[in-house]
T-cell receptor, first 115, second 111 residues
Framework: EPEVTQTPSHQVTQMGQEVILRCVPISNHLYFYWYRQILGQKVEFLVSFYNNEISEKSEIFDDQFSVERPDGSNFTLKIRSTKLEDSAMYFC?????????????FGAGTRLSVL | DAKTTQPPSMDCAEGRAANLPCNHSTISGNEYVYWYRQIHSQGPQYIIHGLKNNETNEMASLIITEDRKSSTLILPHATLRDTAVYYCIVRPAGAASKLTFGTGTRLQVTL
């Protein structure tokens, strides 16, 4: 069964450093998303991406965040200068292009620890 | 997006049916009901979705009331592996629309 793959599973970084979280969406999917979940809190939407453009972003997704689809398979989330409060699980999701079903499938997540 | 209300927790004996309710009284005509679950801190897992008809797949059944103001997710024979947080999400139709997660229902399946 096709799945969304995220790497690394755990990323430890120092405050102020840049991190790039990587995702390989399901191959025929055209819509891509990032969500995050701070420990003990809700899963929160960050950004959606389609046709090489951001479709929607939340208030959390400020200038410190960026997304990119550098090639035909990867979808990345970059945090330019990490803060302690960026520590969270980051989930990538993708959905297929057809119709209104738009089921989002999630990866296993990357745990980001900012020290 | 329409708001959903779910009980914070439920218990179910293994082998029995787990019936998880969700209230979405402000749902609008073009909004679907989606159910996801999250086991520990893993990525949310899609279960099922529907618009107005009842739906069934290999994982679960979804019963939506005629007025669409509430729904019930049914796991017909719960196992220990079904212990998770279950999220009921109402979402507009249309590509790339986000999922808005609430706090969900923590289902504990016991022996």
């Amino acid at each position: 069964e096709p799945e969304v793959t995220q790497t690394p599973s755990h990323q430890v970084t120092q405050m102020g450093q840049e991190v790039i979280l990587r995702c390989v969406p399901i191959s025929n999917h055209l819509y891509f998303y990032w969500y995050r979940q701070i420990l003990g809190q809700k899963v929160e939407f960050l950004v959606s991406f389609y046709n090489n453009e951001i479709s929607e972003k939340s208030e959390i997704f400020d200038d410190q965040f960026s997304v990119e689809r550098p090639d035909g398979s990867n979808f990345t989330l970059k945090i330019r200068s990490t803060k302690l409060e960026d520590s969270a699980m980051y989930f990538c999701a993708s959905s297929e292009p057809a119709g209104q079903q738009n089921i989002q499938y999630f990866g296993a997540g990357t745990r980001l620890s900012v020290l | 997006d329409a708001k959903t209300t779910q009980p914070p927790s439920m218990d179910c004996a293994e082998g029995r049916a787990a019936n998880l309710p969700c209230n979405h009284s402000t749902i609008s005509g073009n909004e679907y009901v989606y159910w996801y679950r999250q086991i520990h801190s893993q990525g949310p897992q899609y279960i099922i979705h529907g618009l107005k008809n009842n739906e069934t797949n290999e994982m679960a059944s979804l019963i939506i009331t005629e007025d669409r103001k509430s729904s019930t997710l049914i796991l017909p024979h719960a196992t220990l592996r079904d212990t998770a947080v279950y999220y009921c999400i109402v979402r507009p139709a249309g590509a790339a629309s986000k999922l808005t997660f609430g706090t969900g229902t923590r289902l504990q399946v016991t022996l």
